[in-house]
């Protein structure tokens, strides 16, 4: 596509449900980044793919996160048992290298209610 | 650990006049790039100017340019003849330069900015 992708745009979960958020990348692109932006803050690092590698998840900030891409194009950003402080905008980026320009999607906004 | 902060949380500026957004960050590292991102309410992040540390020329791009400081550790964004829509939160940012594992980006907190027409 012409553009990072993601989906669906907005959503709103229960607290204790399960949310999955997805990610389609530009065609090529190796490298895949998901980063979380909480309410008047600055996006944070969650996790990064090379192709279908997930070389650091150093940012997950709990068990609850989980992250895939198993075919090194689509990512998928699974979040369990969904909290209040899981509320933020996810960000999701790829880029052609590790050491090219990263384009960002529109994000996915999650209220957890 | 590399941190990026941005002391002006909000600024205003008059449509046509120029305007600059502060960025300092703190690294041990030699090699690195900064990034200027623009993010409007649609929150698509975009990028407005990048420099790599090892340049000394600071960067230009049609309206935007930086003031890079490197002892100083200091980044600033200069946009001039501003625009209405340059309206919007901007981010400062950190990656490093060589081809580690992750070049995540770490980015400060954001300077809304706003354009009086």
């Known amino acids: 596509g012409a553009g990072v992708s993601q989906s669906p745009r907005y959503k709103v979960a229960k607290r204790g449900q399960d949310v999955a958020l997805r990610c389609d990348p530009i065609s090529g692109h190796v490298s895949l980044f998901w980063y979380q932006q909480a309410l008047g803050q600055g996006p944070e690092f969650l996790t990064y793919?090379?192709?279908?590698?997930?070389?650091?998840k150093s940012g997950l900030p709990s068990d609850r996160f989980f992250a895939e891409r198993p075919e090194g194009s689509v990512s998928t950003l699974k979040i369990q048992r969904t909290q209040q402080e899981d509320s933020a905008v996810y960000l999701c980026?790829?880029?052609?290298?590790?050491?090219?320009?990263?384009?960002f999607g529109q994000g996915t906004r999650l209220t957890v209610v | 650990a590399q941190t990026v902060t941005q002391s002006q949380p909000e600024m205003s500026v008059q449509e046509a006049e120029t305007v600059t957004l502060s960025c300092t960050y703190d690294t041990s590292e030699s090699d690195y790039y900064l990034f200027w991102y623009k993010q409007p309410p649609s929150r698509q992040m975009i990028l407005v100017i990048r420099?790599?540390?090892?340049?000394?020329q600071n960067a230009t791009e049609n309206r935007f340019s930086v003031n890079f400081q490197k002892a100083a550790k200091s980044f600033s964004l200069k946009i001039s003849d501003s625009q209405l829509g340059d309206a919007a939160m901007y981010f400062c940012a950190y990656r490093r330069g060589y081809g580690g594992a992750t070049n995540k980006l770490i980015f400060g907190t954001g300077t809304l900015l706003a354009v009086q027409p």
């Open positions: 980026a790829s880029s052609y290298t590790t050491d090219t320009e990263a384009f």
């Open positions: 793919f090379q192709n279908e590698a997930q070389l650091d």
């Open positions: 420099q790599e540390a090892y340049k000394q």
